[in-house]
Protein backbone atom coordinates (compact mmCIF):
# COMPACT_ATOMS: atom_id res chain seq x y z
CA UNK A 1 0.00 0.00 0.00
CA UNK A 2 0.84 3.85 -0.53
CA UNK A 3 2.34 6.19 2.56
CA UNK A 4 3.23 9.35 2.50
CA UNK A 5 5.25 10.68 4.97
CA UNK A 6 5.94 14.82 6.05
CA UNK A 7 8.03 15.91 8.38
CA UNK A 8 8.92 17.69 10.97
CA UNK A 9 5.27 17.82 12.31
CA UNK A 10 5.91 21.31 13.97
CA UNK A 11 8.61 23.94 13.57
CA UNK A 12 9.44 27.31 14.99
CA UNK A 13 11.32 29.23 13.30
CA UNK A 14 12.74 32.67 13.32
CA UNK A 15 12.39 35.59 10.88
CA UNK A 16 15.64 35.26 8.21
CA UNK A 17 16.17 31.62 8.74
CA UNK A 18 16.24 29.19 6.57
CA UNK A 19 13.51 26.05 6.12
CA UNK A 20 13.08 22.52 4.42
CA UNK A 21 10.28 20.71 4.61
CA UNK A 22 11.05 17.23 3.38
CA UNK A 23 7.73 14.82 1.99
CA UNK A 24 8.49 11.30 0.81
CA UNK A 25 6.33 8.73 -1.19
CA UNK A 26 6.52 4.91 -0.45
CA UNK A 27 5.16 2.14 -2.42
CA UNK A 28 4.04 3.93 -5.71
CA UNK A 29 6.71 4.87 -8.62
CA UNK A 30 6.31 8.74 -10.41
CA UNK A 31 3.79 9.74 -8.52
CA UNK A 32 2.41 13.85 -8.52
CA UNK A 33 3.64 15.61 -5.86
CA UNK A 34 1.99 18.69 -4.56
CA UNK A 35 2.42 21.08 -1.78
CA UNK A 36 -0.61 23.46 -0.07
CA UNK A 37 -0.08 25.82 2.29
CA UNK A 38 -3.33 26.16 4.99
CA UNK A 39 -3.53 29.24 6.70
CA UNK A 40 -5.98 29.36 9.97
CA UNK A 41 -7.68 26.55 9.27
CA UNK A 42 -9.21 26.62 6.23
CA UNK A 43 -8.64 26.61 2.40
CA UNK A 44 -5.99 25.13 0.82
CA UNK A 45 -3.65 26.98 -1.42
CA UNK A 46 -1.75 25.37 -4.06
CA UNK A 47 1.75 26.56 -3.89
CA UNK A 48 3.71 23.67 -6.04
CA UNK A 49 3.32 20.48 -7.92
CA UNK A 50 5.26 18.34 -9.75
CA UNK A 51 4.60 15.67 -12.56
CA UNK A 52 8.61 14.28 -12.56
CA UNK A 53 11.95 14.74 -11.11
CA UNK A 54 12.97 17.82 -11.72
CA UNK A 55 9.86 19.21 -12.77
CA UNK A 56 8.25 22.19 -10.91
CA UNK A 57 5.69 24.08 -11.20
CA UNK A 58 4.90 27.23 -9.03
CA UNK A 59 1.35 27.92 -8.74
CA UNK A 60 1.55 32.02 -6.41
CA UNK A 61 4.50 33.81 -6.40
CA UNK A 62 5.86 33.45 -2.76
CA UNK A 63 9.21 33.26 -0.55
CA UNK A 64 9.12 29.78 -1.27
CA UNK A 65 10.74 27.13 -3.57
CA UNK A 66 10.27 23.30 -4.33
CA UNK A 67 13.06 20.45 -5.59
CA UNK A 68 12.35 16.64 -6.62
CA UNK A 69 15.97 15.45 -6.03
CA UNK A 70 13.97 12.02 -6.49
CA UNK A 71 10.65 10.24 -7.78
CA UNK A 72 9.06 10.46 -4.95
CA UNK A 73 10.73 13.08 -3.06
CA UNK A 74 9.50 16.41 -3.00
CA UNK A 75 10.98 19.40 -1.06
CA UNK A 76 9.71 22.92 0.46
CA UNK A 77 12.11 25.58 0.90
CA UNK A 78 12.93 28.74 2.14
CA UNK A 79 16.51 31.01 1.59
CA UNK A 80 14.68 33.58 4.63
CA UNK A 81 11.61 33.33 6.21
CA UNK A 82 9.04 35.87 6.47
CA UNK A 83 6.49 35.95 9.30
CA UNK A 84 3.64 35.36 6.67
CA UNK A 85 5.10 32.19 5.75
CA UNK A 86 3.70 30.67 9.29
CA UNK A 87 0.85 27.88 8.60
CA UNK A 88 0.06 24.86 8.24
CA UNK A 89 1.65 22.96 5.46
CA UNK A 90 0.78 19.97 3.54
CA UNK A 91 2.05 17.27 1.31
CA UNK A 92 -0.29 15.34 -0.75
CA UNK A 93 0.55 12.50 -4.03
CA UNK A 94 -2.02 11.55 -6.65
CA UNK A 95 -1.92 9.56 -10.13
CA UNK A 96 -2.24 11.01 -13.45
CA UNK A 97 -4.92 13.16 -13.95
CA UNK A 98 -8.92 12.98 -12.63
CA UNK A 99 -7.43 11.13 -9.69
CA UNK A 100 -7.59 10.91 -6.07
CA UNK A 101 -5.00 12.98 -4.09
CA UNK A 102 -3.58 11.46 -0.53
CA UNK A 103 -2.38 13.85 1.83
CA UNK A 104 0.31 13.33 4.65
CA UNK A 105 -0.01 14.41 8.30
CA UNK A 106 0.84 18.23 8.06
CA UNK A 107 3.62 20.64 9.30
CA UNK A 108 2.37 23.28 11.39
CA UNK A 109 4.93 26.39 10.77
CA UNK A 110 5.65 29.00 13.09
CA UNK A 111 8.14 31.71 11.97
CA UNK A 112 8.86 34.07 15.26
CA UNK B 1 -9.81 29.22 -13.86
CA UNK B 2 -12.33 26.55 -12.17
CA UNK B 3 -14.22 27.98 -9.12
CA UNK B 4 -15.80 26.09 -6.27
CA UNK B 5 -18.72 27.06 -4.03
CA UNK B 6 -19.30 24.71 -1.19
CA UNK B 7 -22.10 25.62 1.17
CA UNK B 8 -22.27 25.57 3.93
CA UNK B 9 -19.27 27.50 5.63
CA UNK B 10 -20.52 26.29 9.14
CA UNK B 11 -22.93 23.94 10.18
CA UNK B 12 -24.16 23.34 14.21
CA UNK B 13 -25.69 20.69 15.45
CA UNK B 14 -27.29 18.07 17.77
CA UNK B 15 -25.67 14.43 17.89
CA UNK B 16 -28.08 12.45 15.83
CA UNK B 17 -28.98 14.83 13.31
CA UNK B 18 -28.56 14.55 9.91
CA UNK B 19 -26.21 16.42 7.80
CA UNK B 20 -26.14 17.75 4.20
CA UNK B 21 -23.24 19.99 2.21
CA UNK B 22 -22.70 20.52 -1.46
CA UNK B 23 -20.25 21.90 -3.85
CA UNK B 24 -20.99 23.42 -7.48
CA UNK B 25 -18.38 24.49 -10.17
CA UNK B 26 -18.68 26.55 -12.61
CA UNK B 27 -17.78 24.23 -15.19
CA UNK B 28 -17.57 20.49 -15.74
CA UNK B 29 -15.79 17.83 -13.72
CA UNK B 30 -14.29 14.62 -14.42
CA UNK B 31 -13.74 13.27 -10.93
CA UNK B 32 -15.25 14.92 -7.31
CA UNK B 33 -13.58 14.20 -4.09
CA UNK B 34 -14.74 14.82 -0.58
CA UNK B 35 -12.04 15.13 2.31
CA UNK B 36 -12.51 15.07 6.30
CA UNK B 37 -9.47 17.05 8.45
CA UNK B 38 -9.54 16.78 12.19
CA UNK B 39 -7.75 19.34 13.57
CA UNK B 40 -4.06 19.45 13.14
CA UNK B 41 -4.38 16.61 10.86
CA UNK B 42 -4.27 16.69 6.89
CA UNK B 43 -7.37 15.72 5.39
CA UNK B 44 -8.50 12.62 4.82
CA UNK B 45 -10.34 10.60 1.26
CA UNK B 46 -13.80 10.13 2.44
CA UNK B 47 -15.14 9.32 -0.80
CA UNK B 48 -14.24 9.29 -4.68
CA UNK B 49 -16.58 9.38 -7.20
CA UNK B 50 -16.41 9.23 -11.31
CA UNK B 51 -19.39 8.82 -13.10
CA UNK B 52 -21.90 11.65 -13.36
CA UNK B 53 -25.12 10.45 -11.54
CA UNK B 54 -22.84 8.25 -9.19
CA UNK B 55 -23.91 7.75 -5.83
CA UNK B 56 -21.63 6.00 -3.24
CA UNK B 57 -22.09 5.38 0.26
CA UNK B 58 -19.20 4.31 3.13
CA UNK B 59 -20.45 3.96 6.07
CA UNK B 60 -22.97 6.88 7.54
CA UNK B 61 -21.87 8.83 4.81
CA UNK B 62 -23.35 8.82 1.62
CA UNK B 63 -22.23 11.17 -1.73
CA UNK B 64 -23.64 11.28 -5.20
CA UNK B 65 -21.65 13.22 -8.46
CA UNK B 66 -24.52 15.39 -10.24
CA UNK B 67 -25.85 14.77 -13.14
CA UNK B 68 -24.55 17.73 -15.09
CA UNK B 69 -21.04 17.09 -13.43
CA UNK B 70 -21.08 20.50 -11.82
CA UNK B 71 -22.00 19.71 -8.60
CA UNK B 72 -21.54 17.16 -5.83
CA UNK B 73 -23.05 16.56 -2.24
CA UNK B 74 -22.12 15.03 0.74
CA UNK B 75 -24.58 13.45 2.88
CA UNK B 76 -23.55 12.00 6.70
CA UNK B 77 -26.73 10.25 8.55
CA UNK B 78 -26.77 10.31 12.45
CA UNK B 79 -23.98 12.61 13.20
CA UNK B 80 -21.85 11.86 16.02
CA UNK B 81 -19.57 13.75 17.76
CA UNK B 82 -16.52 12.53 16.40
CA UNK B 83 -17.61 13.89 13.13
CA UNK B 84 -16.12 17.30 13.98
CA UNK B 85 -13.94 18.30 11.54
CA UNK B 86 -13.61 20.42 8.41
CA UNK B 87 -14.96 18.78 5.36
CA UNK B 88 -13.83 19.81 1.97
CA UNK B 89 -14.79 19.22 -1.51
CA UNK B 90 -12.20 18.62 -4.83
CA UNK B 91 -13.09 18.86 -7.77
CA UNK B 92 -10.90 17.30 -11.10
CA UNK B 93 -11.46 18.49 -14.58
CA UNK B 94 -8.73 16.79 -16.79
CA UNK B 95 -5.75 18.42 -15.23
CA UNK B 96 -2.78 17.01 -12.38
CA UNK B 97 -4.59 19.62 -9.68
CA UNK B 98 -7.69 18.99 -8.05
CA UNK B 99 -9.64 21.94 -7.29
CA UNK B 100 -10.85 22.60 -3.56
CA UNK B 101 -13.89 24.06 -1.70
CA UNK B 102 -13.27 26.11 0.82
CA UNK B 103 -14.63 23.53 3.65
CA UNK B 104 -17.34 23.18 5.72
CA UNK B 105 -16.56 23.40 9.40
CA UNK B 106 -19.03 20.96 11.32
CA UNK B 107 -19.31 20.99 14.92
CA UNK B 108 -21.32 18.42 16.50
CA UNK B 109 -23.24 18.63 19.87
CA UNK B 110 -23.41 15.75 22.16
Known amino acids: SQTIHQWPATLVQPVGSPLSLECTVE??????LYWYRQAAGRGLQLLFYSVGIGQISSEVPQNLSASRPQDRQFILSSKKLLLSDSGFYLCAWGRGKNTEAFFGQGTRLTVV | GQQLNQSPQSMFIQEGEDVSMNCTSSSIFNTWLWYKQDPGEGPVLLIA?????ELTSNGRLTAQFGITRKDSFLNISASIPSDVGIYFC??????????FGRGTSLIVHP
Open chain 1, 27 to 32: GTSNPN
Open chain 2, 90 to 99: AGQGGSYIPT
Open chain 2, 49 to 53: LYKAG
